[in-house]
């Protein structure tokens, strides 16, 4: 079925962000997107935040930069991104000619959310002789308002490449900013946004969980508050998480990040423990991000089937992101 059959699904697409059509009956949903994959000349991208099914069937898998250097050299047709919605339109900027899907429009980040276009544009105002960086983790319109993007992969590194001299305005995560400001000692100038989920880890509880673990290493991503980052052993992306726990001789680990990287993990590291850190809300899986968990086997069976939701921008708007995004990417 080609997308232009689905124009009488639009309106129901419109309010919910995916593609609400029945799964015809015992169909292997799996084996039907390996297909439909094939069929439309399709790659599929997916964070470590997915669940366990969809990074299983991923063409590539990883961290927000892998993911944006592997969507710009994308030869196939179509992108279906596995993520959230500011990952799928990043890779639209950085390679504009493709069609690209997202299981969920809906899939945001609250981080992302955090950081509205208007207001950041009269706080940039406010400080003109300021570079402006900003995390990947922020909308198209965020992205054309700054100089050059960074990920938690890259941060020290583009940060460090800025003159000392020159002020640095750095958004939208406060948490990665006050990070990056102890590690560079560079005074930036922070946006307050951040990560509800990175910000629901428990401090008290990842301490008392630490004294029962006594040889586990706690390690965490950036994202997480100050007093957090203070006591763990490695902070760094989900790459950098991944290839820690990978080199450690230590054989158990607290992890400091969404709970979806535990699987990829265990299976690079199957003699070693892995165990969540604990959040503050006991009955809450705070730890999972629900923006990310939204993308499920049969949307993204649907999206395929039907080639929709897909990402669509203005292409001035491409043009003014695409420079800051470049900029990091030209940094390697
Ligand atoms: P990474 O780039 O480290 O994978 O982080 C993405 C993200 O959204 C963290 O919350
Ligand atoms: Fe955004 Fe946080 Fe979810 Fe990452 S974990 S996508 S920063 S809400």
């Known amino acids: 079925m080609k997308a232009h059959d689905t124009q009488i699904h639009l309106p129901q697409l ?10 015809p009956e015992g169909i ?11 069929e439309k000349n399709a790659v599929l991208l997916a964070h470590y935040y997915q669940e366990d099914a969809i990074q299983e069937l991923a063409d590539y898998l990883g961290d927000s930069l892998y993911l944006a250097q592997a969507a710009k050299e994308v030869k196939e047709d179509v992108i279906v991104f596995a993520g959230v919605h500011f990952m799928a339109e990043t890779a639209k900027i950085i390679n504009p ?39 990947i983790n922020c909308s198209a319109e965020i992205k054309a308002l700054s100089d050059i993007v960074c990920t938690s992969s890259n ?38 946004g951040s990560c509800l989920v990175h ?22 991503h950036p994202e997480s508050e100050s007093q957090v980052l203070d006591i763990a052993k490695y902070v ?8 820690y726990a990978q080199e450690s001789q230590a054989t158990s680990f607290i992890v400091a990040t969404e709970a979806g990287i535990l699987h ?37 069976y649907n999206c395929l089937r039907f080639e929709l939701p897909e990402i669509q ?16 990417l030209a940094l390697g």
């Open 14 to 23: 419109q309010r919910r962000g995916f593609i609400n059509e029945p799964i």
């Open 28 to 38: 292997s949903l799996e084996a039907e997107i390996l297909r439909l994959k094939e």
């Open 97 to 135: 000619s493709k069609k690209v899907l997202l299981p969920d429009l809906k899939a945001g980040c609250s981080l992302a959310d955090s950081c509205p276009p208007t207001d950041f544009k009269k706080f940039k105002e406010q400080h003109p002789d300021a570079v402006v960086v900003t995390y």
């Open 155 to 192: 941060a020290l590194r583009v940060i460090e490449s800025i003159p000392k001299e020159t002020p640095i305005i750095f958004a939208p995560d406060k948490n990665l900013g006050r990070y990056l400001i102890k590690e560079t000692g560079r005074d930036m100038i922070l946006w307050e």
């Open 199 to 220: 910000e629901a880890f428990s401090f008290d509880r990842i301490v008392a969980l630490a004294q029962e673990h006594p040889t586990a290493e706690f390690i965490a």
């Open 236 to 243: 760094g992306s989900t790459s950098g998480l991944l290839n």
């Open 264 to 300: 990829e993990m265990k299976k690079r590291c199957p003699g070693k423990t892995f165990i969540p850190a604990p959040v503050e809300d006991e009955s809450c899986a705070c730890s999972e991000c629900a923006y990310m968990k939204l993308n499920t086997l049969e949307k993204l």
């Open 313 to 328: 921008l203005d292409s001035q708007l491409i043009a003014a992101a695409k420079a800051p995004i470049d900029r990091m």
